[in-house]
């Protein structure tokens, strides 16, 4: 059959362990599905009931990349085949709809056409070409989407492709980008193509590839094909060598290796190893990282922390013998790991290593829990004299989601500003966290990882822009050819950016198109979450001047909260509401306070201002008359609109804000811990039994899943002159616990039980930044002094020590030197558990000795987590911070320091009665 040709030009114009081994499972899978698909997407089949009309659709390019440069040329077109065969069993008439739609699904182009009596197994083949103007507009993500009816039987069949800026030949050492995963030759195309610099990996590098069979007795062959081709694609490799082969692991008594990815039994076997890696490949590789996730007792390393340091030992002065210019990377793990096991208190191995990497995987956006474990990492590494830092595993598991595309050039600027060297994403081509899909089809994030890598290599980092602001974030970098450039954005909506420009200015979205206009030397251009590129080639003084003064418009321009009451009602004389300024210049405005019911207030408006960037103001409303809650509830509604000095007064609010205010604090009093709440009926009660109290950071399904039936909490606290007094009623339908003092692995925060945290600002060497830092509101905070967990095990109530002044932020590991946290030997604590009516009590004495830096004279900060774990691990917890309206989230103000919470900011008051 002769093909139908359709051409498109001249149209008018119109995309913890087991989650790590699923991870790593993960590159194997991708690898085997990259090797096994065609150049096209190839349309899902339903094995019960074929289609009628079978399609495939592929592209002129095997990868679906296209270069700019190349389409604009007009040397070349996006062309696209489209092959429709009729397996119905007889003549179909077939009708074609088809769209082609940019990242935002906004139309580009339409068409439609019908192609009668198509014999059965006959195909029917045709294409369409795509030209950079006037068709595709520029760079960007594209999907072109087909509707067919045929049979009676309607079929959507797509397939998408990329147009990006064409990277620059040759090595880039000290690039900030690069990809971690198990590459094939597709792979190498696809990365060399989207500008990455770096892979790192461990397909056919690891120990157990090059060592199998014994000891000595190496087999180079996919080490060497893989430095071939990263130096074939202009890539530099960083070799991953870890996992021990079977003859190295430690065994059982029946001679069996305990788990598929393990630690060597001798580490002298593993120094062995990498002294012959870095021999063999000296003058062709230089960098070189130690394990991969070796988490103490984790899917890597069923050993002890002791163990990886010992390794660090042995094997540093072997390397550097076989090669003295190799640089040796040790953690591989995240900030934890850093800080808990190779920086450990008094058992440090900081001289063992050259640099550090880190792995910073979270929750949320990227400038919460990312940039807060990527400063972190830095933080701790320079502190113990190591001042590069890598971040060898980063990414999100978003699939399709457009987040993906917005989430990665933020994230390498964020990782700029926070200090590390080189971030390798992972992963190139998987269905739930890659650039591409299984397949290498692309993803939207394949092509803003194209245009960031494009707009910041060859860059160095001049300036955090908005170091104040938790809304506004932006940096300059300057390359080396003397451009200048900027990234700004948003978390905070939708707005406009106004600068003032000078020669060579221009603007750019995050798919790398101009965007913008310039009217009388004044730039206007959107800001949002999605970033906008800022590139001159005048005087970096004048453009950071103008950066940094520029008019941000359209989004919140303060953050607002409602400070809890730190005193029963009737001694209560106003509603606080702290203001902040999250914009890049002062703000001036005012506040209105909608009281509870029944409520009425001496005064309800404010003004505020002029706060300069970052800066807060606490704004005193007066109560004329207040109504006690007897549940302690105290729902109140906050607006703000901001002064504009050169607008009249605005009309309406532009800000509003609802949260439910509670009296937080510890009555006086000495209940006895027996496991019976009677005698706390003197203390004020708090109940966390509603949605607002879940953790924003718990994992999604168990989030969806809530209900109070599932848990729940009243919590209570009283003092006395010598202790601190903590009580809660936990409705659980299941409790599961593990005893620590039977299993020293086991610790409290994974099982059910109680976290209470204190926050006291306490001079103390381990908080790596101070408040008076710039950007200290913004990142990672050291917000808490001391911290506990309560739970009740199979061996009875336990009371954990997780941190004090003098512990540090550091978790508890056996093998680690005795800092003083663990169980706390006669504790007055007292856990009692009733299965029939699913309730938990929890009482708990916490001496002042304990406390030391506690002054009851002043409010103190205070919070706590219930942990909820039905199976085999923890599946979500509740929060008091979150529940009381606290918006910021933190690594460091709960155990373990590699979960995200709500920080701990919460004033909590002392007082002698309720009443």
Not at 27 to 33: E, H, P
Not at 195 to 200: N, Q, T
Not at 251 to 259: C, L, N, R, V
Not at 646 to 666: M, R, Y
């Amino acid at each position: 059959m002769v093909p139908f040709k359709i051409s498109c030009c001249g149209l008018p114009r119109v995309g913890n362990e087991r989650r790590l081994l699923m991870r790593f499972l993960l590159v194997v899978l991708v690898a085997f599905s990259a090797t096994a698909s065609a150049f096209g997407q190839q349309p899902s089949q339903s094995a019960e009931a074929p289609k009628k009309l079978a399609v495939t659709i592929t592209s002129n390019d095997p990868l679906n990349l296209f270069f700019e440069d190349e389409l604009a040329s007009g040397s070349k077109a996006v062309t696209l085949s489209v092959t429709a065969t009729n397996n119905s069993g007889g003549p179909l008439n077939v009708s074609y709809s088809w769209s082609l739609v940019d990242y935002r699904d906004r139309i580009l182009k339409r068409y439609k056409f019908r192609r009668n009596d198509l014999p059965d197994k006959e195909t029917d083949k045709w294409f369409v070409n795509f030209h950079l103007d006037p068709d595709l507009k520029g760079k960007g993500f594209f999907r072109f989407k087909l509707r067919t009816s045929a049979g009676g039987e309607d079929s959507d069949w797509e397939l998408a492709f990329a147009v990006i800026p064409k990277p620059a030949p040759g090595l880039r050492e000290n690039s900030m980008f690069g990809i971690a995963c198990g590459p094939d030759d597709k792979a190498f195309e696809a990365m060399k193509r989207i500008g990455a610099r770096w892979l790192r990996t461990d397909a056919g590098c690891s120990w157990y590839n090059c060592e199998s069979e014994g000891k000595g007795k190496f087999n180079w062959t996919g080490f060497d094909n893989l430095v071939a081709k990263c130096k074939e694609h202009d890539l530099m490799l960083l070799p991953i060598l870890d996992y021990a082969p079977e003859w190295a692991k430690p065994k059982d008594a029946q001679g069996k290796s305990f788990q598929y990815l393990d630690a060597p039994e001798k580490v002298e076997d593993y120094a062995d190893f990498v002294a012959a890696v870095v021999e063999r490949y000296a003058g062709k590789l230089k960098y070189y990282e130690l394990w991969n996730e070796p988490y103490v007792m984790g899917w890597t390393w069923r050993n002890t922390a002791q163990h990886y340091r010992d390794l660090l030992k042995v094997t540093y002065p072997k390397a550097k013998q076989a090669d003295p210019n190799c640089v040796l990377i040790a953690s591989a793990g995240s900030a934890s790991h850093l800080q808990d096991v190779v920086f450990a208190e008094g058992a440090s191995v900081a001289e063992c290593f050259d640099e550090a990497s880190t792995h910073t995987y979270g929750v949320g956006p990227p400038e919460g829990d990312f940039f807060g474990k990527a400063e972190h990492s830095v933080l701790v590494a320079k502190k113990h004299g190591k001042q590069v830092v890598w971040c060898t595993e980063q990414g999100w598991q978003l699939w399709d989601s457009l987040e993906l595309a917005k989430w990665v050039p933020r994230t390498y600027v964020l990782g700029k500003i926070a200090g590390l060297r080189t971030i390798t994403w992972f992963t190139l081509a998987s269905e739930d966290m890659g650039l591409f899909k299984p397949g290498y089809i692309p993803r939207a994030a394949a092509v803003s990882y194209a245009v960031c890598a494009s707009m910041l290599e060859d860059t160095v980092l001049v300036e955090d822009l908005y170091p104040h602001s938790r809304y506004i974030y932006g940096a300059l970098f300057k390359r080396q050819d003397g451009r200048k450039v900027a990234v700004v954005w948003t978390t905070a909506g939708r707005g406009t950016l106004r600068m003032r420009v000078g020669q060579g200015v221009k603007a750019f979205d995050m798919m790398g198109n101009p965007v913008g206009r310039v009217v009388k030397d004044v730039l206007e251009a959107p800001i949002s979450d999605e970033v906008l590129y800022l590139t001159s080639d005048g005087d970096q003084a004048v453009f950071l001047g103008n950066l940094k003064a520029a008019e941000i418009s359209g989004i919140d321009p303060v953050s607002v909260f409602v400070k809890p009451f730190t005193a029963p009602i009737p001694q209560t004389a106003s509603i606080n509401v702290q203001v902040t300024n999250e914009m890049n210049a002062p703000v001036s405005g005012e506040v209105m306070v909608k009281p509870p019911k029944g409520w009425t207030m001496a005064k309800d408006r404010l003004e505020f201002g002029p706060l300069q960037p970052g800066a807060s103001t606490v704004l005193s409303f007066p109560v004329r008359q207040a109504l006690v809650s007897p549940d302690n509830r105290y729902p109140v509604t906050v607006y703000a609109a901001r002064k504009f000095t050169n607008l009249p007064w605005q009309v309406g609010w532009n800000f509003k804000q609802e949260q439910t205010l509670c009296v937080v604090a510890a009555v006086k009093g000495a209940p006895k811990i027996d496991g019976n709440l009677d005698d706390w009926s003197s203390a004020i009660p708090i109940a966390m039994d509603s949605r607002d109290f879940v953790s924003p950071y718990a994992p999604e399904p168990y989030r969806k899943a809530w209900t109070s039936g599932n848990l729940s909490a009243v919590v209570y606290t009283m003092w006395d002159e010598e202790n601190f007094y903590f009580a809660a009623r936990v409705s659980d339908n299941l409790h599961s616990q593990t005893s620590f003092a039977e299993n020293p692995y086991a610790l409290p925060f994974d099982g059910d039980s109680i976290q209470i945290a204190f926050g006291v600002d306490a001079e103390d060497p381990h908080k790596l930044k101070k408040p008076s830092d710039p950007g200290y509101r913004r990142g990672l905070i050291f917000d808490t002094d001391y911290e506990y967990a309560l739970s009740l095990t199979p061996k009875g109530p336990e009371l954990f020590r997780l941190h004090t002044p003098e512990t540090g932020y550091q978790t508890f590991y056996p093998t680690n030197p005795d800092i003083g946290l663990g169980l706390i030997p006669n504790a007055k604590l007292a856990v009692v558990r009733d299965d029939v009516k699913e309730v938990t009590i929890y009482e708990a004495a916490i001496p002042w000795s304990e406390l030391k830096l506690v002054d009851r004279s002043k409010p103190v900060r205070f919070s706590c987590l219930i942990n909820d774990r039905d199976k085999e691990r923890k599946e979500g917890w509740l929060e008091l911070g979150a529940g009381l309206g606290v918006k910021k989230g933190n690594h460091l103000s709960f155990s373990p320091s590699w979960v995200f919470t709500t920080a701990n900011l919460i004033e909590w008051g002392f007082v002698e009665k309720a009443q």
